[in-house]
């Protein structure tokens, strides 16, 4: 379970703070990806970044803003959340697509928002 | 837009025994690829099984198998010899065939309880 790693496991936040999640790959990917795990709903893509370009935003609000500065590193950045925010952030990584495409995820952040 | 479903929200098999978990999906594209994830209680989704559509043959992976029929878009995990470390969210996947990354589409999920 060191492939894909997430920091902080677990996040109790005020509707007012400003925080970052932290997510680091060591498998020599190329593409990292955000998702949202709420219950009972499929998993949700929020971004995805290849070589460090953001290729994809589902319509994620404003007050989400993810940071890939490096192809091993992935930030999501939270301001301003609200209650519905709470979830399973899961953030996951492959080797560009095709074949090789399959996703390797973290452990999640476990996030609430007060 | 591709949709993939579960629809069995819950299972329960005794340990030892056989059981199958079933996902369909939705597409219109002719080369993809469908996985299955199983993320225990409070732990990291990994990976268990994966699927070419162009390929016939089933995919094995030690006591996991599917069950993969392409033209009813249909892709059944069977667990055989169920041990107790089975208990889990099974999630059903779908990846189209992507550029530089992959999306995937998942399903609801089913959660498997294992007993002895």
């Known amino acids: 379970e060191t492939g894909v790693t997430q920091t902080p496991r677990h996040l109790v936040m005020g509707m007012t703070n400003k925080k970052s999640l932290k997510c680091e790959q060591h498998l020599g990917h190329n593409a990292m990806y955000w998702y949202k795990q709420s219950a009972k709903k499929p998993l949700e893509l929020m971004f995805v970044y290849s070589l460090e370009e953001r290729v994809e935003n589902n319509s994620v609000p404003s007050r989400f803003s993810p940071e890939c500065p490096n192809s091993s590193h992935l930030f999501l950045h939270l301001h301003t959340l609200q209650p519905e925010d709470s979830a399973l952030y899961l953030c996951a990584s492959s080797q560009g697509g095709g074949g090789r495409g399959t996703q390797y995820f973290g452990p999640g952040t476990r996030l609430t928002v007060l | 837009a591709q949709t993939v479903t579960q629809s069995q929200p819950e299972m329960s098999v005794q340990e030892a025994e056989t059981v199958t978990l079933s996902c369909t999906y939705d597409?219109?594209?002719?080369?993809?690829?469908l996985f299955w994830y199983k993320q225990p209680p409070s732990r990291q989704m990994i990976l268990v099984i994966r699927?070419?559509?162009?390929?016939?043959q089933n995919a094995t992976e030690n006591r996991f198998s599917v069950n993969f029929q392409k033209a009813a878009k249909s892709f059944s995990l069977k667990i055989s010899d169920s041990q107790l470390g089975d208990t889990a969210m099974y999630f059903c996947?779908?990846?189209?065939?992507?550029?530089?990354?992959?999306?995937?589409?998942f399903g609801t999920g089913t959660r498997l309880q294992v007993t002895l």
């Open positions: 996947a779908f990846m189209n065939i992507p550029g530089t990354a992959s999306k995937l589409t």
């Open positions: 597409t219109s594209e002719n080369n993809y690829y």
């Open positions: 699927q070419e559509a162009y390929k016939q």
